[in-house]
């Protein structure tokens, strides 16, 4: 497991204990009181640590090169996930992957970003930033589920719509707020998950839901840190200030009333148990697509409407 910063005492408590195991063990000596005190003590401090973290590492934990991604989820919540590929003009943009599948029985549309583990897999998928035919293709995807009546459920981690050249050339802006339009006027449930990045219009192309939930140590915002303290201060070195500015957190947002609820992570992040974190993750899926599936189309799409139109407070 790759350690992050913040993390360095208490891996470092944790090899002073595993020393302690393997002292014991070579020259035959007692050491369970050793040890158990020891693993006292890093318990003690894990819980410290992880019970109050700040934005800036809750974003490290939500970077981490280990974080499930789209295909760690599906491989836990899904059943009979059928990949659909491409935009129908010509181009299968890897960023965002999607498909029919069956989460606990109810047949949905599940979409998402996804972001590779190694650098090979970073360059298959655009390290998670989807170019215009991505959102095109998430676009014919919205468009099957409300065809055949399916409920959609997007999973997003990316650090945003990828900014090159030929994303620009290609009408970057215009697919995200064409995905915005068409995801308001849907006529299907839809819930939408922050799984890591929720970084501006990238993660929004896929977040227009009747129900945004977010993993606990996931962030969701309209500019990276790095970036705001670039524009701000012209120093992107002031990352962790702005990210405390930012409200960026899954508890801030649900106090914002930005987002509906958060999926709790085990102790130090999903990438620790990525198996309790996907059970977590369907327990909530399927609360709310229950939930939303009792009401009609209309319902469905007013409510939507009237959620995003309501966000915010306007100041005279």
Not at 28 to 42: C, D, I, P, R
Not at 173 to 179: D, E, K, Q
Not at 192 to 209: D, Y
Not at 281 to 307: A, G
Request: proline letters at 4%; one cysteine or more; glycine letters at 8%.
């Amino acid at each position: 497991m790759n350690m992050l910063q913040f993390e360095k005492n208490l891996y470092e408590l944790r090899d002073k204990i595993e020393e302690l195991k393997k002292q014991g063990e070579k020259s035959g000596q007692n050491m369970t009181t050793e040890v158990k005190h020891f693993e006292k003590l890093a318990d003690e401090y894990a819980e410290e640590l992880y019970s109050n973290l700040t934005p800036a590492q809750k974003i490290q934990i939500a970077r981490h090169s280990e974080r499930p991604n789209f295909q760690d989820y599906v491989d836990r919540i899904a059943d009979n996930f059928i990949e659909f590929h491409g935009d129908r003009v010509g181009t299968d943009d890897r960023a965002i992957v999607g498909g029919p599948c069956e989460i606990d029985g109810i047949p949905v549309m599940l979409i998402g970003t996804f972001k590779g583990k190694s650098t090979k897999e970073n360059l298959v998928h655009n390290f998670g930033m989807p170019q215009p035919q991505g959102y095109r293709k998430a676009l014919r995807l919205f468009k099957h589920a409300e065809r055949f009546n399916l409920p959609i459920v997007t999973l997003i981690d990316t650090p945003g719509a990828y900014p090159g050249i030929k994303a620009e050339e290609t009408a970057q802006g215009t697919a995200i707020a064409v995905n915005l339009a068409e995801q308001a006027k849907l006529r299907v449930p839809i819930v939408a998950v922050i799984t890591g990045e929720g970084c501006s219009g990238g993660a929004l192309g896929l977040a227009v839901a009747n129900k945004v939930l977010m993993l606990e140590h996931s962030y969701y915002t309209v500019i990276s840190p790095e970036g705001c303290a670039s524009i701000l201060w012209r120093d992107a070195s002031l990352a962790d200030k702005a990210a405390e500015a930012l409200k960026i957190t899954a508890g801030d947002l649900l106090k914002f009333d930005i987002i509906d609820d958060i999926v709790k992570e085990p102790q130090g992040g999903a990438h620790y148990d990525p198996d309790t974190t996907a059970k977590n993750l369907k327990k909530k899926i399927v609360k709310n697509l229950k939930e939303l599936m009792k009401l009609t189309p209309d319902e469905l799409r007013n409510k939507r409407y009237d959620k995003f139109r309501t966000k915010g407070v306007f100041v005279k």
